[in-house]
């Protein structure tokens, strides 16, 4: 049995890169999916992702027949001269019916707030507030309902912030860990000249190369950057700059410097965050697969229900989606994630 004291079911938030995963998603079992226009107003602004405007609002139909919430995220930063484009995406979300944004730059959140004081206003984890003293000034100044916390919180910082705001909180618990600085990535900006923060893309796929050796290796390149490098009995991955192997000076071998390739899976500490008063359990990934987005959907989807009936929840078969079959609890349970 699972001991899980008081508290309120939390709401699945899962990905959908495309109209195709967001049906997925629903259908697994989904309380709310998130997604993002085809542009550089979302932080997955890769080419074959994402919703044109008739996209969205057919399948938030498709969603709210099944009783799912659809969140739309504009949670890049609006850039000047050119921020008209982040307030359409706001209005496209607001006509088309979309149950809240998830946004991170302070202007947008204003514009919302000004122009469309009826639509529920998220506050993205690209945003970085992971105090309480920013994340109530955001409630305050622009009526934020909901805020995605940094994975940089303990779950008992997390208590403690529950305690001090006036909004849900949503916390991610499978996918992606980062660099642990939400909202603060510059280094494909470095490498490529993009970056997700301004433009929505990571390692834009125009400047990612891949180059054979004479050994039968393959190297991995970002812009002008050397990446990494796959023996022919390795599987080559998609060139991250944060998750690539480096030489330094001090060091001949190539080595993670910045971070190894992992995948963050909470589902051990599922109960301690919804005790914590997590509102919102969210899975990272629209870059994934339908069939990614299927399995870890599911599979949380059993778990929650299980805790919340007091049982115990079956969840190991989900190490076989983490990225390089390697999972952490990163800073989650302690501050050392490396």
Known sequence: MTDCGSFEKPELVCPAGTPAALRTAVDAGADAVYCG???ETNARNFAGLNFS?????QSIVYA???N???LMAVNSFATAPRTS???DAVDIAANAGADAVIVADIGVAAYVAANHPDLRLHLSVQAGASSPEAIRYYCKEFGVRRV???RILTVGEISAIHREIPCEIEAFVFGNIGMMSEGRCSLTNYAAGISTNMHGVCSPASAVRYVG???GSTSAELGPFDIDCYSAQQPTGYPTICKGRYTTPDRSEPYYAFEEPISLNLSSLLPDLMRAGVTALKIEGRQRSRSYVHMVVSAYRRAIDDISAGLQPDLTGLAALTEGGKETQGAFKTKKWR
């Open 68 to 70: 799912a919430k659809v």
């Open 213 to 215: 050796n004479s050994d």
């Open 148 to 150: 995605v916390l940094p």
């Open 37 to 39: 226009l085809a542009n």
């Open 53 to 57: 405007a008739q996209a969205l609002e």
């Open 64 to 66: 709210h027949q099944r």
């Open 85 to 87: 484009l982040w307030h």
